[in-house]
Structures are given as C-alpha cells and as structure tokens.
C-alpha cells in the first residue's frame, strides 16, 4: 500500500522545507492537483505531499530539480533516489531555481530539460529535446509556454511569453512572445515506388 511508503519521504519533506520554497510547490501543486483531480487545499502537509511524490512520476523530477541546492549540500542525493526513484526517462539538469512556478511535464517519456531558465506556467510533453551540444548554448524560455510532443528546442536561443511549440517542430531561432510554431507537413519522396515531392 502506498501509506507504507510515507515513512520513507522523511528525508524528501525535510529537504523541502530546509530549501524553503513552499510557494514554488504549491504552485506545482495547484498544477498538477488540476491536471489529476486531486484535492489541494492550497496547504502542504506531509500527507498530500507524500502522495503527490508517490503517484506524480513525472512531478517527483522535478521536485528533485527544486531541491537539488539542498540535497547537494547534504550529500543526500542517491539517499533519496532509493527511498524514491527518479522517472528513469525524464532528464531534468536545469536547476530548479531557474525553473518558473506551476511547472508541468505531461508524461516524462524520452524528455530532456535543459535551459538557461524557464518562465512561470509552462508545459512540456513526452519526447521533447530541451537543450544543446557542444559548447552551442541552451535555450531561454519565457512565461506560458507549452512544448507539445516530439519538439526540439535546440541551441543559445530565446522563446518568448505565451508561445506554443507544436509536435515535432525543430526550433533553432529565436521566437518572439505570443507565437505559434509548427512543424512542416509531411511530404512523399516516393510513392507507389516512384520518386516525387507531394505534400501528404
């Protein structure tokens, strides 16, 4: 049973309160209590925090991003890991401080998060690449942004405020607030065995 495990988030709700971020998880809270059903009356305790930890896979990441001051400095991290394990494909190395309020990650599959800083109430589906390689430069994201399935956020870019990243758009410019991008449709380069170029 899941109240079994309770006993042994002692160490995670301490590094919580010693981070000193209540209005940040409350926020996230608040989030994923509207996504989930669940019941948050705008109060932590240590029973809903527990549960949220437990049956949000995907929010446990990035509690771990929001503590990783704390933990670091008390050596705890691979501690709390076996209490709790991380979602294995969620990738979350942006420290949680660079991280907005009401931060959401719908399904953590395959998903790396990696920028300078992410604004408040964002969102961010499976598949996503947040980031950058060689020395490039990772991206700046703004506030009210939603980065839906298979999206590719790459380099020393900024995304402004309110913007919507479709499902497998490649972003390598910057994009300017209240944007919408999407991916190009897909074409036929052959068809019935024969070379062509038609939109599908």
């Not at 907005?100 to 408040?120: L, W």
């Not at 690449?129 to 020395?135: A, F, P, Q």
């Not at 999407?182 to 170029?197: E, H, M, N, Q, W």
């Amino acid at each position: 049973m899941i109240l079994f495990r309770y006993p042994f988030l002692l160490l995670h709700f301490i590094c919580f309160k010693l981070a000193k971020i209540d209005d940040v998880v409350i926020a996230d809270f608040e989030k994923y209590a509207s996504i989930y059903r669940f019941s948050f009356s705008g109060k932590i305790t240590y029973f809903n925090f527990c549960h949220y930890l437990i049956r949000c896979k995907e929010y446990r990441n990035v509690f771990y991003a929001r503590i990783s001051g704390v933990a670091s400095k008390l050596h705890i991290h691979s501690l709390l890991n076996i209490f709790l394990p991380k979602y294995p494909t969620l990738f979350i190395p942006t420290p949680g401080h660079k991280i907005g309020k009401a931060f959401y990650v719908e399904h953590g599959y395959s998903t790396v998060i990696r920028a300078r800083s992410i604004g408040d109430n964002c969102q961010v589906n499976q598949n996503v690449t947040i980031g950058g390689s060689l020395g490039s430069g990772v991206p700046k994201i703004g506030n009210n942004v939603k980065i839906f399935t298979g999206a590719v956020v790459v380099g020393n870019i900024e995304i402004g405020d309110n913007v919507i990243i479709g499902a497998n758009a490649t972003v390598v410019k910057d994009v300017p607030s209240n944007s919408t991008i999407v991916a190009s449709k897909s074409r036929y380069i052959l068809k019935d065995g024969v070379k062509c170029d038609e939109t599908l």
